[in-house]
């Protein structure tokens, strides 16, 4: 009895598990590039940010549409489940999550960490979270998450272990209320690379548009900061870490960082694809906005130990300046695009 679906531990964005998840299916087969290079281009903050940690609705993050909790990629079926509909006994979870892999779903279920033994939280405190599972091997389930050392890995967990993390899930205030959702990779569909989407989305970016604008149909404009704007805000988080009550959350700064990764990858499919000219260097100066950032989440990550508010000043200071080679690199892009284009 066992069944293993694809995954992969090494998806271009582990930030947040919201992303983590649904990548890891999808970037098993390279044939989701042309989707994820159209998208994953603007970032958003709201406008009354604050430590991902108390909030986990308010996020420095990717900017989202309004209905990605249900339609995230073509290539990706979504279903969310109430799962107290689904799960009326606790002898009804684990047939089910079976089943269900069987069928070629991977399956997410709210959980709570303390019953994961490879969970920092391991029988150390409660915590309501997600978790993937994408397969089973006799008497054990095999998932993916984060895990004691704070990486992003697969694991396993016994049946009876499982079961026991989501019967005592508490959905109470809960930001997912379902508490069950469902993945199914989908190799008919089709996206073609979408150019034109690329360099709107890029012009939000770089004059800091609000993108939810373009989904009006979906629901309300959402405030905020988005684009180049979300530097300040960033600036703005990073330099609470020095007053009470002294929190500190690396995840705003590492998703800055898968950004600029991003949009290095995206540039060079571009550049592969004749969509751009290697010789211009687009990708390899967006590699360089990449590292300057991953140096400044490394000193963030120093200042965690030392406390040394010269790390922090450092670093919004570096912020600034890698805003401005950013806006200079956009619009030299933006440009290229245009001529390349008409």
């Known amino acids: 009895m066992k069944k293993i679906l694809p995954i992969t531990t090494m998806p271009p964005i582990i930030g947040y598990l919201h992303h983590a998840y649904p990548l890891s299916i999808l970037a098993n087969d390279e044939a989701y590039l042309p989707w994820f290079h159209s998208n994953y281009i603007q970032l958003y903050c709201p406008p009354n940010f604050q430590n991902p940690s108390r909030n986990r609705t308010l996020k420095f993050?990717?900017?989202r549409r309004p209905d990605q909790r249900v339609s995230f990629s073509p290539y990706l079926k979504v279903q969310l489940l109430n799962r107290d509909l689904i799960f009326k006994s606790p002898t009804d979870i684990l047939p089910f999550i079976v089943a269900c892999i069987d069928k070629g779903y991977y399956i997410q279920p709210t959980v709570d960490e303390y019953f994961l033994p490879d969970s920092?939280?391991?029988?150390?405190?409660?915590?309501?979270h997600e978790t993937l599972i994408y397969g089973y091997d006799k008497q054990t389930f095999v998932g993916i998450g984060y895990n004691k050392n704070g990486d992003y890995a697969s694991y396993h967990i016994r049946f009876s272990e499982l079961k026991q993390a989501v019967v005592h899930a508490d959905l109470t205030g809960h930001y997912d209320p379902d508490g069950l959702r469902l993945f199914k990779y989908v190799p008919q569909a089709e996206y073609d690379f979408d150019i034109h989407l690329v360099r709107?989305?890029?012009e939000d970016f770089l004059f800091a548009k609000n993108t939810s604008q373009r989904f009006r149909m979906l629901a309300n404009p959402t405030d905020g900061a988005y684009g180049l704007a979300t530097y300040e805000y960033l600036k703005h988080y990073i330099n609470s870490f020095l007053f009470p009550p002294f929190s500190f959350d690396i995840r705003p700064a590492h998703i800055l960082w898968e950004h600029k990764k991003c949009m290095a990858y995206r540039l060079n499919y571009m550049e592969a694809q004749g969509y751009l000219k290697s010789e211009d260097g687009f990708s390899i100066q967006y590699d360089e906005v990449a590292r300057k950032i991953g140096v400044l989440r490394m000193m963030l990550l120093k200042f965690r130990k030392t406390r040394s508010p010269a790390l922090i000043h450092r670093v919004c200071l570096h912020l600034d300046a890698i805003a401005e080679v950013e806006k200079r690199l956009l619009q030299n892009?933006?440009?290229?695009l245009e001529s390349s284009l008409e």
């Open 61 to 63: 993050n990717f900017y």
């Open 120 to 128: 920092a939280a391991y029988q150390k405190r409660p915590l309501v």
């Open 200 to 202: 709107e989305h890029l």
């Open 333 to 336: 892009l933006l440009d290229k």
